[in-house]
């Protein structure tokens, strides 16, 4: 299983990477082709909006479905857990540390077995080089 990151996202999250006063996460939009997830677009939404479910669902139903993830800025053990919710099960989290020459990228995919876990996978990009 990978993470295939497009051009397009791969732009936006760089150029959110430059404001320190941006919003610290959002939404991966795409899609999964077998064990492969495509993000196509990502979407800035406030800390922890999509994150009730009545706001998740109307989210996806407003982007017909093409939420396969969530991605946030920094490390830290209570804004991953804070993904950690059945409707969030099977979908990307990408972990994004800007850092002063290149940014760092962590993807993994929300599992649940018992309890909630992240389960890291490998991530691509037309721009290889970029990652």
């Known amino acids: 299983m990978d993470v295939y990151l497009s051009e397009e996202a791969l732009l936006f999250l760089e150029g959110q ?4 006063a941006a919003g610290r996460g959002g939404l991966l939009l795409g899609h999964k082709r077998g064990p492969r997830f495509f993000v196509e677009k ?3 939404c406030r800390s ?3 994150l009730s479910p009545a706001n998740f669902w109307a989210l996806d139903r ?3 479905g ?3 993830g969530f991605y946030a800025f920094g490390p830290g053990p209570k804004k991953k857990s804070g993904f950690f919710r059945p409707f969030a099960c099977g979908k990307v989290y990408l972990e994004v540390r800007p850092g002063q020459k ?6 993994s995919v929300i599992e649940y077995k018992d309890a909630f876990f992240l389960q890291p996978v490998a991530l691509c990009s037309a721009s290889k080089e970029r990652i």
Do not use: Q, V, Y
């Open 17 to 20: 990477a430059l404001d320190s």
């Open 42 to 44: 990502a979407f800035p």
């Open 48 to 50: 922890g909006f999509f």
């Open 62 to 64: 407003h982007f017909r």
């Open 66 to 68: 093409k939420i396969i």
């Open 102 to 107: 290149k940014m760092r990228l962590k993807p």
